[in-house]
């Protein structure tokens, strides 16, 4: 299987779950909790720029735009995106979507304040490009934000 294939099959798998992942999330069993953990990383209470790698069904994104921040987020996988976009527009939140793998995202060099990467990098073949591309992203004096684990498929 040559490298297009298998992102294939993985946005694809993605897809699949992304119908019923929030149903299982840690982001909304614990709302509150990531709110605060949010709220506390950013440490601004003015509006920033935040980029969301790996949007995945919006965990992030759709907190730092409730919480007043410029959001733009990406994710290579269609249905994953789709739920982001209906609970952001449940929400009334203004976040900016893009369906793209992180590497390819086309959010600007300097951009952002703020990237964060939620349970994303473990499913990359390349979770160093992702770093490197949430550097890229960043402003000087920018913060990233990952919060990880290994999980399994």
Not at 31 to 50: C, G, I, Q, Y
Not at 103 to 118: C, H, K, Q, W
Request: net charge negative; proline share 3%; glycine share 8%.
């Amino acid at each position: 299987m040559n490298p297009a294939e298998a992102q294939a099959e993985i946005s694809g798998y993605w897809t699949r779950r992304a119908p019923a992942f929030d149903g299982v999330a840690s982001h909304v069993a614990q709302a509150s909790l990531w709110r605060d953990v949010l709220s506390a990383a950013f440490e601004t209470k003015e509006a920033k720029d935040v980029v969301d790698l790996g949007t995945g069904t919006g965990a992030c994104a759709l907190i730092a735009a409730s919480l007043g921040h410029r959001v733009r987020a990406c994710d290579g996988s269609q249905g994953m995106l789709a739920a982001a976009r209906r609970a952001a527009a449940a929400d009334g939140l203004d976040i900016a979507f893009e369906q793209a793998l992180i590497e390819e995202a086309s959010f600007a060099p300097g951009s952002a304040d703020i990237v964060t990467l939620r349970n994303v990098l473990w499913t990359l073949p390349d979770p160093m490009a992702a770093l490197r591309k949430a550097h890229l992203l960043l402003r000087r004096g920018g913060v990233v934000f990952v919060s990880d684990g290994l999980w399994s498929i």
